[in-house]
Nanobody, 120 residues
Framework: VQLQASGGGLAQAGGSLRLSCAAS????????MGWYRQAPGKQREFVAR???????DSADSVKGRFTISRDNTGRTVYLQMSSLKPEDTAVYYC???????????????WGKGTLVTVSS
């Protein structure tokens, strides 16, 4: 499974950015698609995820500001980030829990990460 993320960059506080992540490769099914982030000097933390059924979950720190969604194919996930704060600065990683025909077990897959920088 390959994950290609895009959309990171520089934004001012209060601004918006939209991240995208497309999954490709041999995939039997996808249970969840989501985003994690890692700020400098901190551990990676959960941001938001969406299930195959469309149920969403997000961290308290981003509730009301970030919206996760996916396209009709279920292979691309989006993270609309609004009202950005300097503390949102981090490398954002796409995460997919998917089953592949190699193992027929659900496994975690990670994208390379895209940097989001929010200036005050």
């Amino acid at each position: 499974v390959q994950l290609q993320a895009s959309g990171g960059g520089l934004a001012q506080a209060g601004g918006s950015l939209r991240l995208s992540c497309a999954a490709s490769g041999s995939i039997v099914s996808i249970d969840y698609m989501g985003w994690y982030r890692q700020a400098p000097g901190k551990q990676r933390e959960f941001v938001a995820r969406i299930s195959s059924g469309g149920n969403t979950d997000s961290a308290d720190s981003v509730k009301g500001r970030f919206t996760i969604s996916r396209d009709n194919t279920g292979r691309t996930v989006y993270l609309q980030m609004s009202s950005l704060k300097p503390e949102d600065t981090a490398v954002y990683y796409c995460n997919v829990e998917a089953m592949t025909p190699m193992t027929f077990r659900v496994q975690d897959f990670w994208g390379k990460g895209t940097l989001v920088t929010v200036s005050s």
